[in-house]
């Protein structure tokens, strides 16, 4: 069965850096786009970026862009957010989101159950 | 950027009820729509995508319709294990994907 796994997840002072991964397991990873979104304390939902089969083509949400880096390593089937210059507004739980896709289709049929950021002032 | 309305933000119903719940997108966004299920402490589920298509393993219960700016999610008889939050998301404005505000569906 399909299976995500966030970790990375903490709290950090404002301005400072964290890495997320995502471990996925029970499909060929290298054959889905991946996602990460989303979702600060009782809000919604927010994209936060996605990433082509290969690697090659990213897109972050405007939000973020410049701070954020979204990256997957297909031989450790992992998925990274790297999270740089963090700021209040950034304090979400990340969920990672695969896919059905490999041309990214920007729907979203398995999530992880997400890990916590949580940005001190 | 795509602005996508849900109505209402609350919804009460009763168990073997029907509930139909709105999602009004600020600009046409053809049949790219899909509809999430988040119950308190989990990941979101696909229901459906396409604005009508059913996911893999989703209850023929869920339906959905709509195209262009209004699109509908249906429960034709809800079971006590529908009750959560409820969130639309367009993709036609790739890569800027929106969510809608997210309707509460309660007993």
């Known amino acids: 069965q399909v299976q995500l796994v966030e970790s990375g997840g903490g709290v950090v002072q404002s301005g400072r850096s964290l890495r997320l991964s995502c471990a996925a397991s029970?499909?060929?990873?290298?054959?889905?786009?991946m996602h990460w979104v989303r979702q600060a304390p009782g809000k919604g939902l927010e994209w936060v970026a996605v990433?082509?089969?290969?690697?090659?083509?990213?897109y972050h949400a405007d939000s973020v862009k410049g701070r954020f880096t979204i990256s997957r390593d297909n031989s450790r089937n992992t998925l990274y957010l790297q999270m740089n210059s963090l700021r209040d507004e950034d304090t979400a739980v990340y969920y990672c989101?695969?896919?059905?896709?490999?041309?990214?289709?920007?729907?979203?049929?398995?999530w992880g159950q997400g890990t916590l950021v949580t940005v001190s002032s | 950027e795509i602005v996508l309305t849900q109505s209402p933000a609350t919804l009460s119903v009763s168990p073997g009820e029907r509930a139909t719940l709105s999602c009004r997108a600020s600009?046409?966004?053809?049949?790219?729509l899909a509809w999430y299920q988040q119950k308190p402490g989990q990941a979101p589920r696909l229901l459906i995508y396409?604005?009508?298509n059913r996911a893999t393993g989703i209850p023929a219960r869920f339906s959905g319709s709509g195209s262009g700016t209004d699109f509908t999610l249906t429960i034709s008889s809800l079971e006590p294990e529908d009750f959560a939050v409820y969130y639309c998301?367009?993709?036609?404005?790739?890569?800027?994907?929106?969510f809608g505000q997210g309707t509460r569906l309660e007993i």
């Open positions: 989101a695969r896919d059905p896709s490999a041309a990214a289709n920007y729907y979203f049929d398995y």
């Open positions: 029970g499909f060929t990873f290298s054959r889905n786009a």
């Open positions: 600009q046409s966004v053809s049949s790219y």
């Open positions: 998301q367009q993709r036609s404005d790739w890569p800027r994907i929106t």
């Open positions: 990433i082509s089969v290969d690697g090659r083509d990213y």
């Open positions: 396409g604005a009508s």
